[in-house]
């Protein structure tokens, strides 16, 4: 099974690198999405996956065995990290839509008036 | 711990976010939000500076959130060095907010400016104070959603187009700073920086190397180093001047902050090192040679921040060069720290005073202000040459450690880069120097923003050279007499040398035998 989300979070981080080396700003944000959910699912795959155990300890009980719980922090971590990357995704969108009325293109090629030596429109 | 000290330590996070939210309620009343906001700025300095001399005289003040033991728990820390940082933070706060009274537009103001910058002020003072890994990457996205919110603030083309390199940028370094965190906590099973200091000696040799270039990276994005500083020139000159001035003061060094910590405290030594004095010679002269050839005002600054965070990192890629030596560079990567911080914030801030009186940043359509504005003129000159690292000024002290550490340690290719830099900033603020100040008015001119043709009200000089010379005394107070700062570097670097301290502070009943059941996770 680890074997198996390895895959699927490699191919997710070559998508969402490759969706952001494209013009369109469309995709470069479902690239961004799609690298979050990349370091979500590595987070979950490295934090060790288990079967049927439950993050409890029963009560009243003094030692637990280490390997009989599931370690319910990479849930913790993962639920922060997409509650952070819905907040901000959802800033990029609406501020790449605000750029792509003010500028009249989505081609990143086009967006280069800030790189120029004088920071601006003119030569 | 006292109960006070503990509220003490967290009085940099409480209180701008009260500001801010208290600032939120009055939406409509922009007077009210001004004065609420430097009001919550200053108690956010007075908290910082109090916080800071009880670091200084009592040691390394811990909280321990929930009152959850330390490596289960979030934990709250200041040592001297987070202490110093917390305390320029709420004093750059405080500087661009009273600068903002003037130099801010009704429009901004009236679109959440002020809330939006407490909760800046927070992110940074959280990113300093926390000590848990993760408790980190949240400060770090708190920060990097305001600093979103104040970039794209109006909407001009320049700024949305900026916006979209920075905020792309600091997406990426998350992402790797958050796999990073993610693969550490699989290694060594925790998340708390003095803990995973301790396992990380005795975890299995495995991806520590990975891991530390992980972590290199993303905090390097986030400080601007050589091969990932190009977004910072391209969306710092967008937003309005008091804007870049607390960007240029304080985000980039947020990281520079991370990388310190994390290669002082969690990878002290390593081949990592040698690779973060290569990328600091790099950062130093690219930085330099770039701000030779612009032609905008901020954009000149821009590259300039690039070239001196430089500096601070090669005072962390001498750390492993022996003891009194990576003492004496780690105490010039402090010192460099608060001269930094200050002076570059300082040159936005006059920066932004020079496009509302011409209308424009571009050095061909600016010129004459020495016979205009010389008190303006000597408000540039004084940070100005600061920065250069012209002696009596703040910036030669921390350079006299840094090449005096790279002398002795003998790597004489990176002295060189870091003179060679010096000598290219020096030019540079030659050319803003000749541009704008002696150089006749030009006749044919570029506005980006209408210049004022009213002379501006007393009031709004106020604010505006107020910060700017408050700075100002500081950067020469640093020169001038500079033991006492360099006494506190010295004592910071101390501490970052040496991290028992820090993880006793954090973990006082490591070396007793704790219930061996809950020591293993996961």
Partial sequence: MSTLLAIVVGVLYAAGLYMMMRRSIIKLIIGLALLGHATNLLIFTAGGLSRGQPAFVEQGAKLVPVEAIADPLPQALILTAIVIGFGVQAFAIVLFKRAYQTVGTDDLNQMRQTDRLSGGPGA | ?522
């Avoid at chain 2, 920075?166 to 700073?177: G, Q």
């Avoid at chain 2, 050839?293 to 990192?313: P, T």
């Avoid at chain 2, 570059?344 to 005073?353: A, E, I, P, Q």
């Avoid at chain 2, 100040?437 to 980006?448: A, G, L, M, N």
């Fill in chain 2, 1 to 522: 711990m006292s109960q006070s000290a503990e509220i003490l330590l967290l009085c940099p996070i409480l209180v701008p976010f009260l500001t801010g939210v208290l600032a939120l309620f009055f939406w409509n009343n922009r007077r009210l939000q001004r004065l609420i906001s430097v009001l919550g700025m200053a108690a956010t300095l007075a908290a910082a500076l109090f916080l800071m001399r009880t670091v200084s005289s009592t040691g390394i003040q811990v909280l321990q959130v929930g009152n959850w033991p330390a490596p289960f728990g979030i934990t709250i820390v200041a040592d001297l060095l987070s202490a110093v940082m917390v305390s320029l933070a709420a004093m750059m706060g405080l500087a661009v907010t009273v600068y903002s009274l003037a130099g801010m537009d009704a429009q901004r103001e009236s679109f959440g400016y002020y809330p939006i910058l407490n909760v800046l002020v927070m992110g940074i003072c959280g990113s300093f104070l926390t000590g848990d890994i993760f408790n980190l990457y949240v400060w770090f996205e708190v920060m990097l959603i305001a600093s979103f919110c104040l970039i794209a603030l109006g909407g001009e083309r320049a700024q949305l187009e900026g916006a979209i390199k920075y905020i792309t940028l600091n997406l990426i370094s998350s992402a790797i700073f958050l796999a990073a965190v993610g693969i550490l906590y699989r290694v060594v099973g925790t998340l708390n920086m003095a803990d995973i200091a301790v396992r990380i000696q005795s975890a299995p040799g495995g991806p520590a190397t990975t891991l530390s270039i992980m972590f290199l990276v993303a905090f390097g994005i986030k400080a601007a180093v050589f091969p990932m500083f190009f977004w910072l020139p391209a969306s710092y000159h967008t937003p309005p001047a008091v804007v870049s001035a607390i960007f240029a003061g304080l985000l980039t060094k947020v990281g520079i902050y991370a990388l310190i910590r994390m290669f002082t405290l969690i990878y002290p030594e390593g081949a990592v090192h040698v690779l973060i004095m290569v990328i600091a010679g790099f950062t130093l002269v690219c930085g330099g040679l770039g701000a030779i050839v612009q032609e905008e005002l901020r954009r000149i600054l821009s590259f300039n921040i690039i070239s001196h965070i430089g500096f601070m990192i090669m005072g962390l890629g001498l750390m492993d060069a022996g003891h009194a030596i990576g003492k004496l560079a780690l105490t010039g990567t402090v010192l460099y720290l608060i001269h930094d911080i200050i002076v570059k914030t300082n040159l936005f801030l006059v920066s932004g005073v020079i496009q509302r009186l011409q209308g424009s940043g571009r050095l061909s359509s600016l010129g004459g202000l020495y016979h205009a504005r010389p008190l303006l003129a000597l408000l540039f000159m004084i940070p100005a040459l600061s920065l250069a690292g012209v002696p009596p000024l703040s910036g030669f002290w921390p350079k006299l450690m840094l090449v005096r550490a790279g002398l002795e340690a003998g790597r004489y290719l990176i002295v060189a880069a870091a003179l060679v830099a010096s000598i290219l900033t020096l030019y540079s603020v030659v050319i803003i120097w000749e541009q704008v100040f002696w150089k006749d008015k030009p006749e044919s001119r570029v506005f980006d923003r209408s210049p004022i043709s009213d002379p501006l009200p007393r009031s709004a000089w106020l604010a505006y050279l107020l910060p700017v010379a408050a700075l100002a005394l500081c950067t020469l107070a640093i020169g001038f007499w500079v033991e006492p700062f360099s006494v506190l570097s010295e004592r910071a670097a101390d501490q970052l040398l040496d991290p028992r301290g820090y993880i006793d502070a954090i973990l006082p009943n490591l070396t007793e035998p704790g219930p061996a059941g809950l020591k293993g996770a996961p």
